[in-house]
T-cell receptor, first 111, second 111 residues
Framework: GIQVEQSPPDLILQEGANSTLRCNFS?????LQWFHQNPWGQLINLFY???GTKQNGRLSATTVATERYSLLYISSSQTTDSGVYFC?????????????FGKGTKLSVKP | SQTIHQWPATLVQPVGSPLSLECTVE??????LYWYRQAAGRGLQLLFY??????ISSEVPQNLSASRPQDRQFILSSKKLLLSDSGFYLC??????????FGPGTRLTVT
């Protein structure tokens, strides 16, 4: 079955709007990371968040490990937020940090 | 601070030709190293990982191989490329039980 599932697959926002991206995972995790892939393909680390809540500027993330989901919040979106957002997890039954990626949420922020 | 390099940035190779992609990490010792591939579409798939010099684990059977001749060097190779080897190849590292960091990637087109 699907191990890491992200929703929605695509999201179009007007500049200034807020959004919530969701990541569901199928088992207990050692590690969960959120990435932003920019138009050049670079994966930028946003959060390392196996549990709890973190904030970094306009972005924040929450992982509820017992319920097996994580949320990424983007507030006051800007055109530079456009790109693909990935959730990736290291399941507890895997070793050595091997990440399994979701299929991503493609975000387009219109001016 | 740590940095990760990949080269070449882009590569166009004919079917049946050999391949060598290189990844090096600076500013850390004995990292775990990873090769991922992102095919057309969005998902990233782990291909190989290494926990030390000469130690390679393969995640999926394929036409590729990996080697780690030095502590901070990871090489992805093929003796004969297939069309299906086209994609975006990303190298990553992590030290200890922390987050993974990705290199800028190599975009490979097999013609």
């Amino acid at each position: 079955g699907i191990q890491v599932e992200q929703s929605p697959p695509d999201l179009i926002l007007q500049e200034g709007a807020n959004s919530t991206l969701r990541c569901n995972f199928s088992d207990s995790v050692n590690n969960l990371q959120w990435f932003h892939q920019n138009p050049w393909g670079q994966l930028i680390n946003l959060f390392y968040i196996p549990s709890g809540t973190k904030q970094n500027g306009r972005l924040s993330a929450t992982t509820v490990a017992t319920e097996r989901y994580s949320l990424l919040y983007i507030s006051s979106s800007q055109t530079t937020d456009s790109g693909v957002y990935f959730c990736a997890v290291e399941f507890s039954w895997r070793s050595q940090g091997n990440l399994i990626f979701g299929k991503g949420t493609k975000l387009s922020v219109k001016p | 601070s740590q940095t990760i390099h990949q080269w070449p940035a882009t590569l166009v190779q004919p079917v049946g030709s050999p391949l060598s992609l290189e990844c090096t990490v600076e500013g850390t010792s004995n990292p775990n190293l990873y090769w991922y591939r992102q095919a057309a579409g969005r998902g990233l798939q782990l291909l190989f990982y290494s926990v030390g010099i000469g130690q390679i684990s393969s995640e999926v059977p394929q036409n590729l191989s990996a080697s780690r001749p030095q502590d901070r060097q990871f090489i992805l190779s093929s003796k004969k490329l297939l069309l299906s080897d086209s994609g975006f190849y990303l190298c990553a590292w992590r030290s200890g039980r922390t987050e993974q960091y990705f290199g800028p990637g190599t975009r490979l087109t097999v013609t």
